[in-house]
Nanobody, 126 residues
Framework: VQLQASGGGLVQAGGSLRLSCAAS????????MGWFRQAPGKEREFVAG????????KYADSMKGRFTISRDNAKNTVYLQMNSLKPEDTAVYYC????????????????????WGQGTLVTVSS
């Protein structure tokens, strides 16, 4: 599967952005999906994940209550709605896909994902 992330940009602190990740192919619903981010000089970190049906989600603690992950399997797209953005949210955001069984839990480790998009830059100004 090929992934194309979009929606990044420059936003003021307290603002919102919605990232999208469009997947190619007809097997999108076979993948658990995740969003990761990497700030300059830092390691890539898990942001949020969603299972194949969209019925189960998982978030990093610092994103809970501010970010929402969702997916539309008919459109082969996963979204990340980001609200109350902070300067420390500045990073390149990547979407990723993990080929998993229907009842498998959402994974949080970057090495557990099989495919990656190219990343989209989010910059939050103070």
């Amino acid at each position: 599967v090929q992934l194309q992330a979009s929606g990044g940009g420059l936003v003021q602190a307290g603002g919102s952005l919605r990232l999208s990740c469009a997947a190619s192919g007809r097997t999108f619903s076979s993948y658990n999906m995740g969003w990761f981010r990497q700030a300059p000089g830092k390691e890539r970190e898990f942001v949020a994940g969603i299972n194949r049906s969209g019925g189960s989600t998982k978030y990093a603690d610092s994103m809970k209550g501010r970010f929402t992950i969702s997916r539309d399997n008919a459109k082969n797209t996963v979204y990340l709605q980001m609200n109350s953005l902070k300067p420390e949210d500045t990073a390149v955001y990547y979407c990723a896909a993990a080929l998993q069984g229907y009842f498998d839990p959402v994974r949080t480790g970057s090495r557990q994902y099989d495919y990656w998009g190219q990343g989209t830059l989010v910059t939050v100004s103070s």
